[in-house]
């Protein structure tokens, strides 16, 4: 298993539980700061690598009213404020050529949306930025079929790579998790990542805007752990029903450490994070 650093952030290998949390979107500097800080010392205090995302803009939203964000401008600069006031690695979304290259200068790693996770140009544009990518496989593509995506990142040179399964489209404003995706991807040899929320929302599922069942955060995180992966990805608010984007999804602070002490437990235990299970040819 390949190991991937984000500046100071060890993801993979037999590096432990690696966590990439925060708010759905950037709201405010008040919410974006507090979270990060907090998020910091929970993960500090059980020994996790913590990376820090929010969204500066989220073009993939149900309806045109939805809230998206600040925009690429601000919202870099109040990650830049972030990572200079915390010390934290930074990620969030691009969504083509020209931003990436211009998030690039701010952000530790970018992320492409699971919709673009296809596309050629935009996958190019991120590996030759020359920083760490996670892309989030698509819910409409087989776990399989990742390797293809990885060929295109790794042709570039680049092989600092996360791919992270955010659940597959069962039917209408559903997802379900086929935890056999996860060893399957992890056999190419590149750190999987679990998104434990996005797993959970229901697309379009209140009409104007996505439903979720957070409520199963804690039992999927659980199973994808006990199979094997190198990292969580969770989306946290301070207060979820009040949140301007992936409310019925994201999980609040409180419980949270509680949460995660006994997800790094199982995976201690399970030595998944080591590279014993799901390891590369076990598929």
């Given at each position: ?7 100071g952030a060890?993801i ?8 990439i ?7 405010n ?5 507090s979270?990060?800080q ?7 205090a059980?020994g ?12 993939n ?12 401008d601000?919202?870099?600069?109040i ?7 915390f ?8 969504h083509s050529v020209d931003?990436?290259?211009h998030a690039?200068?701010v952000?530790?790693m970018?992320?492409?949306?699971a919709f673009l ?12 930025t020359?920083?760490a990518v ?10 399989w079929?990742?390797?293809h ?8 040179g ?5 791919i992270?399964?955010?659940?597959t489209s069962?039917?209408?404003?559903n997802l379900?998790?086929?935890?056999r ?5 992890r056999s190419?040899?590149?750190?999987v990542?679990?998104?434990v929320t996005?797993?959970?929302q229901?697309?379009?599922?209140q ?12 039992p999927?995180a659980r199973?994808?752990?006990?199979v ?6 969770i989306?946290?608010h ?10 019925p ?13 006994a ?8 030595g ?7 390891a590369?040819?076990?598929?």
């Amino acid at each position: 298993m390949r190991e991937v650093s984000v500046r100071g952030a060890a993801i993979g290998g037999k590096n432990p539980l690696a966590i990439i949390a925060g708010p759905c979107v950037i709201e405010n500097e008040e919410i974006t700061f507090s979270t990060a800080q907090k998020l910091k010392a929970i993960c500090g205090a059980l020994g996790l690598p913590f990376l820090f995302k929010s969204s500066y803009d989220k073009a993939n939203r149900t309806s045109l009213s939805s809230f998206r964000g600040p925009g690429i401008d601000r919202g870099l600069r109040i990650l830049a404020e972030l990572r200079s006031k915390f010390d934290i690695p930074l990620v969030s979304d691009v969504h083509s050529v020209d931003e990436a290259r211009h998030a690039s200068e701010v952000l530790d790693m970018l992320q492409i949306p699971a919709f673009l996770c296809r596309q050629t140009d935009l996958i190019l544009a991120a590996a030759n930025t020359g920083k760490a990518v996670n892309i989030k496989k698509g819910q409409f593509l087989a776990p399989w079929d990742i390797e293809h995506v990885i060929g295109k990142f790794t042709s570039t040179g680049n092989h600092n790579l996360l791919i992270t399964e955010r659940g597959t489209s069962f039917g209408y404003h559903n997802l379900v998790v086929d935890f056999r995706a996860l060893p399957i991807m992890r056999s190419f040899g590149y750190p999987v990542i679990f998104d434990v929320t996005h797993s959970l929302q229901l697309p379009g599922g209140q009409g104007k805007r996505s439903g979720g069942q957070r409520e199963f955060a804690e039992p999927l995180a659980r199973a994808a752990v006990a199979v094997g992966v190198d990292g969580l990805f969770i989306e946290v608010h301070p207060d979820p029903e009040k949140a301007l984007c992936d409310g019925p999804n994201m999980i609040g602070l409180a419980g949270l450490e509680k949460m995660l002490a006994a997800l790094k437990g199982l995976d201690e235990m399970s030595g998944c994070s080591a590279g014993i299970g799901g390891a590369a040819g076990t598929v």
